[in-house]
């Protein structure tokens, strides 16, 4: 049975101290050797809560992998990355090949009066579920490696003045080709995109169909991540990037066809149709038909007759 104690890590200090690693040489950023990490307790399970972000790329990891919500063999390189406050679950037991890889920890103190600071929460991976990895090729891997260990030769160095402008950069520079790399992975991992489309359509199908749709309401982008069983930022980075609309403009765009279809081929009121689709009032059902079409409802059901 899974451990229920869920640890805290206010400090990059901490996280070595339970890592059996030795103290950091810079107590707000570190490069962790992953192969090196032997987590201090008897727990078959760790659970834990960092206030601190980690970039993790990790490689000999056994067995398949769930990426999304597919599994994968994937023999090469991965990559996850936890912001601070998000809890992390991971076994204890040790594997008969030892992982290898590396940890970068950042502190947000680190970053605080620096412009990442504000936009290191833009990059959408931050906010996918630690199994939503990005799968690296072996070059993709070389030119991720070079950046931290430039990151840790900076702060090996002597610190002065533009240390910490330095190291910002190369995070940023990391985290852009990171970018970069999900936007390849959404565009290569056709079939289990395309699944995840034939997935949407039947839950907007099954949602908007259900004689209880007044009460449920009208569905929200989490509504549907979840029932699709990924993050919401996870489905609408990956909706824009095969369709170029985001998931509340799928649920719209469903809402639209389901609209036009009972104008046309029902006698339903306005009213009612409103009520079918979920709306509390009829007005706000025809202000948003407008707003799509340019028509009223009952101009474009005049427009069939």
């Known amino acids: ?7 805290t890590f206010d400090s990059i200090s901490q ?11 810079h107590p707000l950023v570190s490069l962790v050797d992953y192969g090196l990490v032997d987590y201090q307790t008897d727990e078959k399970e760790i659970s834990w809560i960092q206030n601190f972000y980690t970039i993790g ?4 990891i056994q067995g398949k ?4 919500q597919q599994q994968y063999d994937f023999d090469e390189g991965l990559m996850a990355f936890v912001a601070p406050g ?10 008969e090949i030892r992982p290898s890889g590396y940890l970068l920890l950042i502190h947000p103190d680190f970053i605080w009066s620096t412009s990442l600071s504000k936009n290191i929460r833009q990059y959408d991976f931050f906010g996918y579920a630690v199994n939503e990895a990005l799968f690296m090729s072996e070059k993709e891997e070389m030119i ?19 240390s910490q402008n330095i190291i910002v950069a190369q995070i940023e520079l990391l985290l852009n ?11 290569t991992r056709k079939k289990s995109s395309h699944q995840v489309l034939e997935k949407l359509e039947r839950v907007l199908n099954e949602w908007y169909n259900d004689d209880n749709l007044i009460d449920k309401g009208l569905p929200t982008a989490h509504d549907i991540a979840s029932s699709l069983n990924v993050s919401t930022n996870y489905l609408g980075t990956l909706l824009k990037t095969l369709t170029g609309q985001n998931t509340q403009q799928h649920i719209h765009n469903k809402l639209m066809e389901k609209a036009k279809e009972k104008l046309s081929t029902t006698k339903l009121t306005v009213s009612e149709i409103a009520y079918e689709l979920g709306f509390e009032h009829s007005q706000s059902f025809s202000k948003f038909f407008k707003s799509k079409t340019n028509q009223s409802p009952l101009e474009f059901r005049a427009s069939f007759n």
């Open 1 to 7: 049975m899974a451990n229920s104690y869920i640890h």
């Open 15 to 25: 996280f070595h101290k339970m890592s059996g690693l030795p103290k950091p040489e």
């Open 57 to 60: 790329l990790k490689r000999n």
């Open 65 to 68: 992998f769930r990426y999304g």
């Open 86 to 95: 998000q809890i992390v679950h991971l076994s204890t037991e040790k594997p």
């Open 144 to 162: 991720i490696e070079d950046i931290l260990r430039n990151i840790q030769r900076e702060y090996h160095s002597t610190i002065d003045k533009f």
């Open 177 to 187: 080709y990171c970018e970069r790399f999900y936007q390849r992975q959404f565009i």
